[in-house]
């Protein structure tokens, strides 16, 4: 008899200890928190959030054609859309690739397949966040060793591609220079066309952003100050961003 009790005390803890820990974990992904609008940097072509995640069927597939390594799927810690991919640009922002593999690669329609080339992908809105940073406004030299990070980011791949390198390569060079690196990385056919280094009234420049710009977030990733200086806000247009409140 007192085995059955002692068995149904085991049974009553360790019920509890899992009902108890299945509500923490679910606080996790439903909590309010965790599933407010986190506003993520989306593949090319995906489209409006809501039926994105509705399409998407978390494959992967994505992922696995990027020659940059760009895209990350979500996982249980960030919340709604786990498996979801996006793209974190303080790591590693999308290089627009010609024949934008991750939409072709798409099976479900999550990312919109009348996306076809770089001037059709729209992702959201490079803006010069913190100018006060800005090494070009402030006439400082980019720092030693600024591309530790990115060096660091492509080394962690199991595969490295050759367009990495290339980007690698194309980064060295600017230390003790003024900078112009999210000018110059912009990856899109027309460059001019989304970011220029203008002449600034301090006697610095300072990069401009127009309609061309695509919100892949070349920029947010090179950019050398310890936070980035530019950043792309998601699913944001020129217009909503700089034409409606000038």
Known sequence: MAKVKTDRREFVKYSTLGILGA?????????????KAENRLRPPGAVEEDRFLALCIKCGQCLQVCPYHSIKLAD???GHGVGSPYIDATERGCYACSAVP??????????????????DIHMGMAVLEF??????????????GYNRFMHAFTDAQRNVTNLERELLEKLEGYEGKQCTLCADVCPIPNPLSAI?????????????IYDGCIGCGACEEVCPTHTASIVVKPRVTYDEQYTNKS
């Open 196 to 208: 220029a280094m203008v002449p600034d009234k301090k006697g610095g420049k300072r990069p401009e």
């Open 102 to 119: 991750c939409v072709l690669a798409c099976p479900s329609g999550a990312l919109d397949h009348a996306c076809e080339k770089p001037e």
């Open 76 to 78: 249980i810690g960030m």
């Open 23 to 35: 509500v923490l974990a679910g606080s996790i992904v439903f909590s309010p928190q965790a599933i």
């Open 131 to 144: 100018p006060d940073r800005c090494l070009a406004m402030t006439n400082t030299p980019v720092p030693k």
